[in-house]
């Protein structure tokens, strides 16, 4: 089993910058898929960014691309979303996942889930 652990979230000014880490264990991530998704109160969970496995590839919502960078680092099991020019409609609770494939998927059929952290940008 994976244990996923979101962390970095917070309370942010529009135009801020927020990093969420995701901390792995139980086993290694290295060979996973990996994504962030976010579900904001009443809607339903979405995708956000994803990661291939050694971090040759990376997807972005229309949403963020250009604002949010995913980045992983296999050594220290940890996935990471650096979050620039943050709007208030990027509130929401953040939550990062991984599958037992190399690459990523944008849905949410992940085999891992986090517990989430919460992030709320203030306009």
């Known amino acids: 089993q994976v244990q996923l652990v979101e962390s970095g979230g917070g309370l942010v000014q529009a135009g801020g910058s927020l990093r969420l880490s995701c901390a792995a264990s139980?086993?290694?991530?290295?060979?996973?898929?990996m994504a962030w998704f976010r579900q904001a109160p009443g809607l339903e969970r979405e995708f956000v960014a994803a990661i291939s496995w050694r971090g040759g590839s990376t997807y972005y919502a229309d949403s963020v691309k250009g604002r949010f960078t995913i980045s992983r680092d296999n050594a220290k099991n940890t996935l990471y979303l650096q979050m620039n020019n943050l709007k208030p409609e990027d509130t929401a609770v953040y939550f990062c996942?991984?599958?037992?494939?190399?690459?990523?998927?944008?849905?949410?059929?992940?085999?891992?889930w986090g517990q989430g952290t919460q992030v709320i940008v203030s306009s």
């Open positions: 996942a991984a599958r037992q494939s190399r690459m990523p998927i944008t849905t949410t059929r992940y085999d891992f």
């Open positions: 139980g086993r290694t991530v290295s060979s996973y898929g």
